[in-house]
């Protein structure tokens, strides 16, 4: 399984418009949807939309259940209960017509700044101390670290490094961080995964080199985690070589978006600056 969900190989179909269907299934949930807003963000599901109802918005996201990946839906609605105050609450999920759909509580807010400077950084990294605090679910199955990264390591002993009990978000795409009153909160957890607590924190140093930081900057930030001090430099220049390897089997598959690109870039810095 690819590591990441972004990369071009991986994406969904997403359809321009409600299907007239699922409305009609939504509304005998929800009541009349007065308006719908489809949002293009994302790559992960076939229907994204904002629902304007009499009481509010609801996010709605959604698959086909007989879609590879229908199994997303399911780990983000067995895990939600267990990441309040972090993810927006999960408000319905219907299961019919053959589709899979989850309504969440509408966040409203903006992406997270990623970029050097930015306010936002303080409060991604709040978020990832108060993640740091909760432990994977044991009625929840989560693929763990080593598992997702077996094919990206030189040598199987590596893996061991990567091994845990801390609960992952690991897809720390700026999409995925909604600022809003003063927090960031954290959506898309369909790939959340069990591994050593440092990881999330290293897979951030990515994006924020993509996003314009250099490597030594970015490291610094991952550095106020409070995971990362007390993790092996050797545990974290093995990740950032896998990341290097990952990367450039997504960069080398058909079409590459520009955001494969960037990360396979700052993938490669990054295990340059750990080299």
């Known amino acids: 399984m690819t590591f990441f969900s972004w990369s071009s190989p991986l994406a969904t179909h997403r359809q321009a418009e409600l299907p007239t269907d699922v409305l009609k299934m939504i509304e005998s949930v929800t009541g009349p949807v007065h308006d719908v807003d489809m ?50 609450a999960l408000l319905w999920q219907i299961k019919q017509g053959g589709w899979d759909l989850l309504g969440f509580e509408d966040l409203g807010g903006r992406h997270a700044d990623y970029s ?59 999409d995925n961080v909604l600022i809003t009153n003063g927090q960031a909160r954290l959506v898309d957890w369909a790939w959340a995964s069990s591994g050593a607590a440092w990881i999330d924190s290293a897979l951030w140093v990515i994006w924020l080199i993509a996003s314009g930081h250099s490597a030594q900057e970015a490291e610094s930030l991952a550095a106020l985690h409070p995971a990362w001090d007390k993790t092996p430099a050797p545990h974290i220049d093995a990740f950032a070589y896998a990341q290097q390897r990952l990367w450039k089997s997504i960069a080398d598959a058909d079409q590459p978006d520009e955001w494969t690109h960037q990360l396979h870039a700052a993938a490669h810095a990054w295990a340059e600056h750990r080299s």
């Not at 599901?45 to 590879?68: N, Y």
């Not at 839906?73 to 105050?85: F, L």
């Not at 693929?143 to 061991?160: H, I």
């Open 39 to 88: 949002v293009s963000a994302g790559y992960n599901s076939e229907i994204a939309a904002r629902l304007h109802l009499a009481r509010g918005t609801v996010f709605v996201k959604g698959l086909r259940q007989d879609h590879p990946r229908v199994w997303t839906q399911q780990r983000e609605a067995a895990i939600n209960r267990h990441t309040r105050g972090l993810a927006p």
């Open 116 to 174: 050097p400077g930015s306010p936002d950084l303080e409060l991604v990294l709040q978020a990832m101390w108060n993640l740091a605090a909760a432990t994977p679910p044991a009625t929840v199955e989560l693929k763990t670290m080593p598992k997702r990264m077996n094919t990206y390591v030189t040598d199987p002993a590596q893996l061991r490094l990567f091994e845990g009990h801390a609960l992952l978000h690991t897809d720390w795409k700026p």
